[in-house]
Structure formats: C-alpha cells, structure tokens
C-alpha cells in the first residue's frame, strides 16, 4: 500500500527564515510525486510534479526536490502570504491515476 | 476555464436524511475523483471515475454511499442515511487523461455536517 508522510506537523517561521519541508514515501512504483498548498476553506491548489529522482522544480519562493525516498519543498525567505498547509502525494504506476496524500504540513509565517 | 464547480458548499443535516453532492468537472477532462478530508485522516480517496466507470471505489467507507457519474459532465456522492461521523470536507477532482498529463485539479469542496 502506498504512504506518504510529511513532517513537521505544524511549522512556524519568522519572514525571511528560510526552511524545508519534508515528504518521505513508500511506492510500488512512482509515476509521479506532487506538492499541492492548500489555504483555509478552500481546495488544494497545484504547485508541483516531480517524477524522478534529482528533479527539481522552482516557482517564486518555492523549490521542490526528490530522492527515491523523499521530497522537500524548500522555502527561500518565507512571507506571510506563504502560510498555508503544504500537502504532498504520490502517483502510482500503473493504470489507476489516483493520488494517495499525506496529512499535510501546515506553515506560518510571522512579519 | 471554469474550474471543478461543487454544491452545495456548506450543508448542515440532521442524522438520517439523505445528503447529495453535486461535482461539475473541468470540461474534457475524462477522470474525477471524490475525496474526503478530515481532521485525524487528511484526504482520503473516496471512489475513482474514468471516462464515466468506477474504476476504484475502495475507499467507500460502507454501504451508504453512493456515487454516480451519468455523464462527462455531472457526478453525484450520496450519503443515506447520514451520520454525526460523516462530517467532513468532501473534494471533487478531475484531470484530463494520462496522455495529457498527470496534474488533478480541485473543487472548492463540500463541506458537511451532520448534527
């Protein structure tokens, strides 16, 4: 069965204190690997795939990396606007697209 | 483009009645899924439609729901009768197709509560 696990639980930075989050995974077999932000009341919202390991993918502040076990989301001088709940989640190969997640990191960012 | 629609958005019931939501998918996008997010279990795959068939609905929790797909364009998740532990965000999804990309994109969700 696949797994996603994503720490810390809750993370709390100052504006400009830079920090990783992490995602550790069991999979038969990756298709793919995403990283979706989700604020308070609404649906995820879509960052990131990587697909395999050493891929990397930047937006704005945000940097996604991964290995065959995990990935980091790398955030380079946070601002307020970046809290939210991070979630990762694996695709598996194989026939059925379907996404197993993580229970999602959930960032503030203090001015 | 319009985006995954959902309703309703917020639903307040009493135990026992009958609940439906209501998903609109991303035209052309032949894949939607339903998804249930808690508090202690996150988001948790519901059931899986491709090109209109349930391909996965192991993730139904029992026998009260029940979710319909009748055409490209429309899905239902039914819950009756509704119970207190049935509160939750309930997501639809979609995306287009394996060939086309692996991205799946999100409703604003439903949320639930059963008093």
């Known amino acids: 069965e696949d797994q996603v696990t994503q720490s810390p639980e809750a993370l709390r930075l100052q504006e400009g204190e830079s920090s990783s989050l992490n995602c550790s995974y069991t999979?038969?077999?990756?298709?793919?690997l995403f990283w979706y932000r989700q604020d308070p009341g609404k649906g995820p919202e879509f960052l990131f795939t990587?697909?395999?390991a050493g891929e990397e993918k930047e937006k704005e502040r945000l940097k996604a990396t991964l290995t065959k076990k995990e990935s980091f989301l790398h955030i380079t001088a946070p601002k307020p606007e970046d809290s939210a709940t991070y979630l990762c989640?694996?695709?598996?190969?194989?026939?059925?697209?379907?996404?197993?997640f993580g229970k999602g990191i959930t960032l503030s960012v203090r001015p | 483009d319009a985006g995954v629609i959902q309703s309703p958005r917020h639903e307040v019931t009493e135990m026992g009645q009958e609940v439906t939501l209501r998903c609109k998918p991303i035209?052309?996008?032949?894949?939607l899924f339903w998804y249930r997010q808690t508090m202690m279990r996150g988001l948790e795959l519901l059931i899986y439609?491709?090109?209109?068939?349930?391909?996965?609905d192991s993730g139904m929790p029992e026998d009260r729901f029940s979710a319909k797909m009748p055409n490209a364009s429309f899905s239902t998740l039914k819950i009756q009768p509704s119970e207190p532990r049935d509160s939750a965000v309930y997501f639809c999804?979609?995306?287009?197709?394996?060939?086309?990309?692996?991205?799946?994109?999100f409703g604003e969700g439903s949320w639930l509560t059963v008093v």
């Open positions: 989640a694996v695709q598996a190969t194989g026939a059925n697209s379907k996404l197993t």
């Open positions: 999979v038969s077999g990756l298709r793919g």
């Open positions: 990587l697909y395999s």
């Open positions: 035209s052309g996008h032949n894949s």
């Open positions: 439609f491709n090109n209109n068939v349930p391909i996965d």
């Open positions: 999804a979609t995306h287009r197709g394996r060939s086309s990309g692996n991205t799946i994109y």
